[in-house]
């Protein structure tokens, strides 16, 4: 959702999101666009995320990772309270700008659950084909 007190431009045409040089993000109706956080040394996803205007302003000045949490309903910077901190290294835009993915230099684990990334769990069929289970991933305890 863009408004007029909103730090980018507002979207474009589709020519200007797909090829255009200016970051004009297409945030959602309640005004987040969604991001995959990524471990730059291995590439792991480590976390999916969300983020608005304020948020990506903070996150691009600042160099650290910043969110906003729909559960708190409050912007935050990771590892603030937890010193597992998120250094951007690069950040892209998806094709028609409504994703975001950063590469960052991860201190200590992403998740809240005190785990290296938040996918930590891999859904599989069940042993009769119509169910489905979830197991912990290989390294991920």
């Known amino acids: 959702m863009w408004t007029p007190s909103t730090p980018f431009a507002p979207p474009g045409s589709k020519l200007d999101l797909e090829e255009g040089v ?14 995959i956080t990524v471990d730059d040394a291995s590439g792991e996803v480590l976390m999916l995320a969300h983020m608005n205007a304020e948020a990506l302003a903070r996150t691009l000045e600042t160099g650290d990772a910043w969110y906003f949490s729909r559960s708190r309903n409050a912007l935050w910077r990771k590892g603030e309270t937890s010193g597992h901190t998120q250094r951007v290294v690069e950040m892209r835009v998806d094709c028609d700008q409504d994703a975001i993915l950063i590469r960052v230099t991860q201190q200590g684990p992403a998740c809240h659950t005190n785990r290296r990334s938040c996918f930590y769990r891999v859904v599989e069929p069940g042993v009769d084909g119509a169910s489905l289970r979830i197991t912990h991933a290989p390294n991920q305890p």
């Open 22 to 35: 200016a970051l004009t993000p297409k945030f959602d109706a309640n005004g987040l666009v969604t991001v």
